[in-house]
Nanobody
Framework: QVQLVESGGGLVQPGGSLRLSCAAS????????MGWYRQAPGKERELVAG???????NYAASMKGRFTISSGNAKNTVYLQMNSLKSEDTAVYYC????????WGQGTQVTVSS
């Protein structure tokens, strides 16, 4: 079992930045990759970015260049640096961990509004 706890969401103005954090606990040795999804009101959940244990990253096309995913030294923490935020980035952001199955965090709200 893996438990995920996200933090760092909040209200930010358009053009601003936020940094999300996700800490994994439990069977962290089984984690092969971590990442972020988001779900905006009335829309399906979508991939934001992912990072493997080896450090390879992938991004959704609309977020590449604005968002950066990274992991902590202990590899049980993942971060999402979000820059140049737009109103359409407003969503609940979920941390995931991939091992024998996918684990989900509880989500953190990001609201981009003036």
């Amino acid at each position: 079992q893996v438990q995920l706890v996200e933090s760092g969401g909040g209200l930010v103005q358009p053009g601003g930045s936020l940094r999300l954090s996700c800490a994994a606990s439990g069977d962290i040795g089984s984690i092969n990759a971590m990442g972020w999804y988001r779900q905006a009101p009335g829309k399906e959940r979508e991939l934001v970015a992912g990072i493997t244990r080896g450090g390879s990253t992938n991004y959704a096309a609309s977020m590449k260049g604005r968002f950066t995913i990274s992991s902590g030294n202990a590899k049980n923490t993942v971060y999402l640096q979000m820059n140049s935020l737009k109103s359409e980035d407003t969503a609940v952001y979920y941390c995931i961990a991939e091992s024998s199955r996918r684990y989900w965090g509880q989500g953190t709200q990001v609201t981009v509004s003036s």
